[in-house]
């Protein structure tokens, strides 16, 4: 029994990176590994929306209702799947979700310039048009 501690802690130890501790189902029980999911993505959404409040607070609020809807959840397929669906959910924002910023000095509509905060872990796409804002409709019609 000692012998499968030690190679277990041995194991966890030469692990390159600290992420796969939380991702590891055979050595963590359900709730350990929500707890993970859910810190993790929260530490994610620290760093993608560093500086901006609003996009803080509504990340915030919206992991933990998805959390607090699910808690009674018995089913241990379907904490599995949701589990999955929580660390996707962090890979995605981590590696897809990039700030974009109006650079302040842009006054004009038709000359507005944006910055964009990309972080190490962004994923990079070879793009061969440059990303447009799509227009914004200040007055809509109505339907006759």
């Not at 390159?16 to 501790?21: A, G, I, P």
């Not at 915030?60 to 018995?74: A, L, P, R, S």
């Not at 944006?114 to 447009?132: A, G, L, N, S, V």
Request: aromatic residues 6%; glycine residues 0%.
């Amino acid at each position: 029994m000692r012998r499968k501690v030690a190679d277990d802690v041995s194991c966890l130890k030469n692990r390159k990176n600290k992420r796969e501790l939380f991702t590891t189902p055979k050595r963590m029980s359900f709730r350990n590994q929500v707890l993970a999911a859910f810190k993790q993505l929260h530490k994610t959404r620290k760093v993608v929306f560093e500086g901006d409040t609003y996009a803080l607070k509504l990340t915030q609020d919206k992991i933990n209702e998805e959390f607090k809807k699910n808690k009674n959840e018995t089913d241990s397929d379907k904490i599995k799947e949701l589990i999955k669906i929580a660390n996707d959910s962090e890979t995605i924002l981590r590696k897809n979700v990039v700030q974009l910023k109006l650079k302040e000095d842009t006054k004009d509509e038709e000359s507005q310039t944006w910055e964009m905060k990309i972080r190490e872990d962004t994923e990079m796409y070879d793009f061969t048009e440059p990303w447009e804002p799509p227009p914004v409709n200040k007055k809509q019609k109505k339907c006759s």
